[in-house]
């Protein structure tokens, strides 16, 4: 079973960064990919940003330039470097991975940019 817990949400104005963090519970997180999630509310849950095991991104068009994922295996934890924050990025962002088949999810961090 593995654990996720997402931090870093928060108010911030457009133009503005933020940086979430996801730290994971488990010693086999370096081979898993991560991913990063949001669901603004009456949408649908996108996929944002992915990281595989070996460090390989890949992101939505609506972020690409302006987000970026990254991990560090020694901590468990990946993070989302959201900058150039626009209003249309509100929404609660959720971390993910799969193991074994079986998808887990943190509880979700609100993100609301807002002026």
């Known amino acids: 079973q593995v654990q996720l817990v997402e931090s870093g949400g928060g108010l911030v104005q457009p133009g503005g960064s933020l940086r979430l963090s996801c730290a994971a519970s488990g010693n086999t997180f370096s081979i898993y990919a991560m991913d990063w999630f949001r669901q603004a509310p009456g949408k649908q849950r996108e996929l944002v940003a992915t990281i595989s095991s070996s460090g390989s991104t890949n992101y939505a068009d609506s972020v690409k330039g302006r987000f970026t994922i990254s991990r560090d295996n020694a901590k468990n934890t990946v993070y989302l470097q959201m900058n150039s924050l626009k209003p249309e990025d509100t929404a609660v962002y959720y971390c993910?991975?799969?193991?074994?088949?079986?998808?887990?999810w943190g509880q979700g961090t609100q993100v609301t940019v807002s002026s």
């Open positions: 993910n991975t799969k193991k074994g088949g079986i998808n887990y």
